[in-house]
Each structure stands twice: as structure tokens, then as C-alpha cells.
């Protein structure tokens, strides 16, 4: 998978919308960012959804490093990821940015 269709992925989710954190694409629903582009990717998870993610698509997902991976953060490796498993992340990680309270 290409950043790009990355991008065409995370732009699917409804409402969702590009901006720029730290100089790095992300994509926010309701506000809140849920997925980013850069040096990782990332997707946002709840920590029980990482685990499921990990277990499924081990050479795909892995935690970010530290406090940040213990949160749920975790990184898409992109030159092996798949479309259908991105894009389930992807979807998990939006819900997930639209329930949170502010």
C-alpha cells in the first residue's frame, strides 16, 4: 500500500477531513485526529483493538513506542499492508475519535 492510498482510504471515512500535526498529514473526525501519515504511519486504537490488530496482522501493526503504544498508538507498515485490514483499522480508529469526549 502507497501513502496515497492510505490517504484515499482515511479521506473515505465519513466526515473525516486532512490537516497537518508537526508537519505530518493527519486525519481527523469530529475533530479529533484518528490516523496520521509520516515516519511511522499510525492509526489510533483503543489497547484491547491494537491487540486484536497485532495478533491478526503482526507484519502490519506494531505499538508506538513507549507510553504512546501502551495507549493504543500504533504503527502501519505500509509496504505490507493490505487494503481490507487497513481500512477496518482505519474505520475502528475513527469510531473510536468520534466517541471520545472533549
Known amino acids: 500500500m502507497t501513502a496515497d492510498e492510505f ?3 482515511a479521506l473515505a471515512v465519513p466526515t473525516s477531513f486532512e490537516q497537518s500535526h508537526m508537519r505530518h498529514p493527519d486525519f481527523r473526525v469530529a475533530g479529533k485526529i484518528f490516523a496520521s501519515l509520516g515516519v511511522p504511519d499510525e492509526v489510533k486504537l483503543a489497547p ?3 491487540r486484536a490488530f497485532i495478533k491478526k ?5 506494531k505499538p508506538c513506542p513507549g507510553a504512546w503504544g501502551r495507549r493504543g498508538y500504533t504503527n ?6 493490505g487494503v481490507a485490514v487497513v481500512r ?3 474505520d475502528a480508529a475513527a469510531k473510536n475519535a468520534c466517541l471520545k469526549k472533549k
Not at 496482522?57 to 501493526?61: E, L
Not at 502501519?76 to 499492508?81: F, G, I, K
Open 48 to 50: 484491547d483493538q491494537q
Open 7 to 9: 490517504r484515499r482510504l
Open 76 to 81: 502501519v507498515y505500509l509496504p505490507v499492508a
Open 88 to 90: 477496518e483499522a482505519l
Open 57 to 61: 496482522a503482526p507484519k502490519i501493526f
